[in-house]
C-alpha cells in the first residue's frame, strides 16, 4: 500500500476490520456473473455529538455507521446492494442482490449506462489534514469547555440564555474496483458554535457564533485560525445592541458582504445551480432544478466580470476535500464561473461520459471531475458539491475600503435563515447582524432585515470582490439532496464582497403579509 504525499496513519481500528476480503469476494462474484464495471465500498462512519445549555451538558452522543455496498453496471444498467454482515458469505450474497437489481432495472433503462475513463490507483492511502482527531480528546474535556463557554456568555446583560455544542466525524472508506483501483481513506471534520438568546423591549432574538465548521481536528479551538475568546467577549454587547437597533427600512440599498453570510448564497445559487445532475433535470421531483441549464454552458452571464468561481475538491480543510471520490476519481479544481459567465459545472462519471467536452483537450471521451458521494454505506453515490468558491482578487481591496465605497448601504455579516425556489433563482437571505453604512462609515445595527433578488441579478451587481485578506472558508455539515435523502459536508470560501442597488426587505412587515 502506497500513502500519497502528507498522509497521515489510518486509525487501525479501520484497517484491523476484513473490507478487503469482503471486496475480493463481491468484485469475484460480480465478474463471474459478467458484469461490465462493479465496484466495493466499505465505510465506518463515526460521529459524536456534545451539547451544553446554561451551564449544564445537555447531551453527549456517540454513534457509528458500518457496513459496505455492491455497485455493478450489467446490461447497460446500474444495480446497488449493501450490507452490514462482515463475512465473505455476505459480500457474495449483496454482489448476486447487485445484479439482480441491474436485471430488473434494464428493462426500464432506454440509454446504456456508461462511465468516463479514470486512471487505475494502485492501493494508495489518503488522510486529511488534521492534528488532533477530534474523537480521542476526553468528553468531560470537551464539556468544561462548552460550559465556560455558556457561563461567559451568560456574563452579558443582555443575555438570558447560551447555548454551545461540538459535532465532530470521523470518516474512513475503502475503495476498490473491478479496473484495479483500491483507495482507503481518512478524513475528520469539526463543527463548534454557541449561541446567545435574549429579550428586548418589543423582541426576542439571538445572536450565534460566526465560526464555519472546517475540516481540521480539535486544535481548531486553539491554532489562531478563529479568536474564540475575542468572540465571547464581543457577542454579548452585540446583542444588546441588536435588540436595541431600529426596523430597517425597505428599499434598495449596497451591500458589503461577509464571507461569514456570503458562503451560504453561494451554496445555495451557485453550488446547487451548477451541480449538472439538477441541470438535466435528474432531481426534479425533489426540487432539485436548475436555471443554469446545459445549453447556456458558455453563454449564460451569471454575474458580473469580477466574478471568478471554482469547484474544488482539494483544498486543504475542506469539508468535501478528499483524496478521491466514491467513484474511484482522484479530485481536481475546475472553473465553474469564469468572468461571470457559466463554463462547468459538477459531475461524476456516468454525466462525464455523456457530457466529454465538460473534460477539455486530452480527455476525448470526457472525465469526471471527482464529484461522486454517498453519506453511509446503505446508500448510493450520487453527484454532490465540491467546495465551490468564490475567488478574490489578486489585489483586491480589503473590508474597509469597500465599506468606504458605500453612500447608503448594509454591511452583512453572518448568516441565518435562506428561501430559494427550486431553480435556484429566486431568493432572500438573511443575516446575524445588520450594520447601516451611511458616507462611508458603520453608524450601527439594524434589524428585521434580508436581501432579496435573483441569482443572476445579483452576482451582476456584483461590483468588486475584496483581496486574498479577506477571504474565508465557510461551510455547512447539513447539505441535504436525493432520495432517499443524503446529507453531506461541504465548505464555501469567498472574499467580503460590494454589491449595488439590492432589494432590502423588512421582514417583520412581509410576515404581515
Known amino acids: ?11 487501525p481500528t479501520f484497517t484491523s476490520l476484513p473490507y478487503r476480503a469482503l471486496g475480493d469476494a463481491a468484485l ?38 458500518l457496513g459496505f455496498a455492491v455497485r455493478v453496471i450489467h446490461r447497460g444498467a446500474w444495480g446497488f446492494a449493501a450490507g452490514i454482515t462482515l463475512t465473505p ?31 487505475v490507483y494502485d492501493d494508495v492511502t489518503w488522510v486529511s489534514s488534521y ?29 438570558d440564555h447560551a ?14 474496483d473491478l479496473h484495479g483501483t483500491r483507495t482507503t481513506q481518512q478524513r475528520v471534520r469539526l463543527q463548534p458554535g454557541f ?16 465560526a464555519p465548521p472546517v475540516g481540521k481536528g480539535w486544535e481548531y479551538l486553539s491554532d489562531g485560525s478563529h479568536d474564540w475568546d475575542a468572540e465571547i467577549e464581543q457577542v454579548p454587547e452585540l446583542l444588546a445592541e441588536k435588540l436595541k437597533a431600529p426596523s430597517v427600512e425597505a428599499g434598495d440599498y449596497d451591500l458589503v458582504i461577509h464571507p461569514s453570510n456570503l458562503w451560504l448564497t453561494i451554496h445555495e445559487s451557485i453550488g446547487h445551480a451548477t451541480e449538472l445532475d439538477r441541470a438535466l433535470g435528474y432531481e426534479a421531483n425533489y426540487a432539485g432544478t436548475s436555471f443554469a441549464t446545459y445549453d447556456q454552458l458558455g453563454t449564460l452571464q451569471y454575474g458580473a466580470p469580477v466574478m471568478h468561481v471554482t469547484g474544488d475538491r482539494t483544498i486543504e480543510h475542506g469539508l468535501a476535500t478528499i483524496g478521491f471520490d466514491d467513484e474511484g476519481v482522484a479530485t481536481q479544481s475546475w472553473d465553474i464561473v469564469r468572468d461571470g459567465v457559466l463554463v462547468g459545472y459538477q459531475l461524476d462519471r456516468s454525466m462525464g461520459h455523456m457530457k466529454p467536452e465538460l473534460a477539455g483537450p486530452g ?27 468564490l475567488q478574490p482578487a489578486a489585489d483586491g481591496p480589503s473590508t474597509e475600503e469597500l465599506i468606504g465605497r458605500v453612500d447608503r448601504g448594509l454591511y452583512v455579516v453572518g448568516d441565518k435563515s435562506w428561501s430559494i425556489d427550486m431553480q435556484r433563482f429566486n431568493f432572500q437571505f438573511t443575516g446575524q447582524r445588520f450594520y447601516k453604512i451611511q458616507d462611508g462609515e458603520l453608524v450601527g445595527q439594524v434589524r428585521d432585515a434580508a436581501y432579496q433578488a435573483t441569482t443572476t441579478d445579483f452576482w451582476g451587481s456584483m461590483e468588486a470582490v475584496g483581496g486574498p485578506q479577506t477571504w474565508e472558508l465557510g461551510g455547512a455539515f447539513n447539505c441535504g439532496k436525493a432520495q432517499p435523502g443524503q446529507v453531506a459536508s461541504v465548505s464555501h470560501g469567498c472574499p467580503t464582497s460590494l454589491f449595488r442597488g439590492v432589494r432590502i426587505l423588512n421582514t417583520l412587515d412581509e410576515a404581515g403579509h
Not at 500500500?1 to 486509525?11: T, V, Y
Not at 461540538?166 to 475503502?174: I, M, R, S
Not at 449561541?195 to 460566526?210: H, L, V, W, Y
Open 1 to 11: 500500500m502506497s500513502a500519497l504525499p502528507g498522509a497521515s496513519e489510518l486509525d
Open 28 to 65: 469475484t462474484r460480480a465478474r463471474e456473473l459478467g458484469v461490465s464495471h462493479a465496484d466495493f465500498r466499505f465505510e465506518r462512519v463515526r460521529y459524536q455529538r456534545v451539547a451544553v445549555r446554561d451551564g449544564v451538558l445537555q447531551s453527549a452522543s456517540d454513534t457509528e455507521d
Open 89 to 119: 458469505e455476505e459480500a457474495v450474497r449483496v454482489a448476486d442482490t447487485a445484479v439482480s437489481v441491474a436485471v430488473v432495472a434494464a428493462a426500464m433503462t432506454s440509454t446504456p449506462v456508461e462511465l468516463a475513463a479514470e486512471p
Open 131 to 159: 492534528v488532533t482527531n477530534p474523537l480521542e480528546v476526553p468528553v468531560a474535556e470537551k464539556a468544561a469547555l462548552l460550559v465556560d463557554w455558556t457561563e461567559r456568555l451568560r456574563t452579558g446583560a443582555a443575555v
Open 163 to 176: 447555548s454551545a455544542y461540538a459535532l465532530q466525524v470521523q470518516e474512513n472508506k475503502y475503495y476498490v
Open 195 to 210: 449561541e446567545a438568546m435574549g429579550a428586548g423591549a418589543d423582541t426576542f432574538d439571538s445572536m450565534s457564533s460566526i
Open 363 to 389: 480527455h476525448p471521451d470526457g472525465r469526471s471531475n471527482g464529484c461522486a458521494y454517498a453519506d453511509s454505506p446503505g446508500h448510493i453515490p450520487i453527484q454532490r458539491m465540491a467546495n465551490v468558491s
